[in-house]
């Protein structure tokens, strides 16, 4: 089952992203891949040595999600596209909860002061619906596969 966000939390995603986006892809890149690396090292394997294009990929994807969480149904086929090559990349769904400990800690170091309980929900069940609609996909493609 695929969580649920509400449009309150919709708008506080969107609020406090604002004061993200256009920061350098390269401090927030490196905050959350540091943190992703020191918690999970076995992780790093994953990724090419040279992280610039990867902290612009995430970025860019975190605006995109972000922009759209109120039409997430629209982004559907390129989540199931991410998902699919996640599973390629070999990341397990057990996986997913340590990127989600990262994402959060990069957003409470990069928001400070605006970081609060209400924020770090909203984030939290923004993270979990698109986990857990990724984990869903990547299984499905798996048992058509197997």
């Known amino acids: 089952m695929v969580s649920m966000i ?3 939390q919709i708008i506080l995603i969107k609020k406090t992203w604002r004061a993200l986006r256009d920061v350098n892809p390269e ?3 490196s905050a959350f891949y540091g943190k992703l690396f020191t918690d999970t090292p076995s992780l790093r394997r994953m990724f090419l040595s040279k992280m610039d294009e990867q902290y612009k990929k ?7 999600i972000v922009a ?13 596209a991410m998902a699919q090559r996640h599973v ?8 997913y909860a340590k990127v989600g400990e990262a994402l959060l800690w990069t957003l409470q170091q990069g928001l400070g002061k ?10 939290l069940a923004c993270y979990t619906m698109l986990a857990d609609t990724m984990i869903n996909a990547s299984s499905q493609k798996q048992t058509i596969h197997s």
Do not use: C, F, H
């Open 88 to 95: 390629e990349y070999g990341v397990k769904p057990e996986q």
């Open 68 to 80: 759209r969480l109120d039409k997430l149904d629209e982004l559907a086929p390129e989540i199931a």
């Open 6 to 8: 509400t449009e309150e």
């Open 58 to 64: 995430l970025m860019d994807m975190l605006s995109t």
């Open 27 to 29: 401090v927030i890149g």
């Open 114 to 123: 605006d970081w609060n309980e209400e924020v770090s929900a909203a984030w």
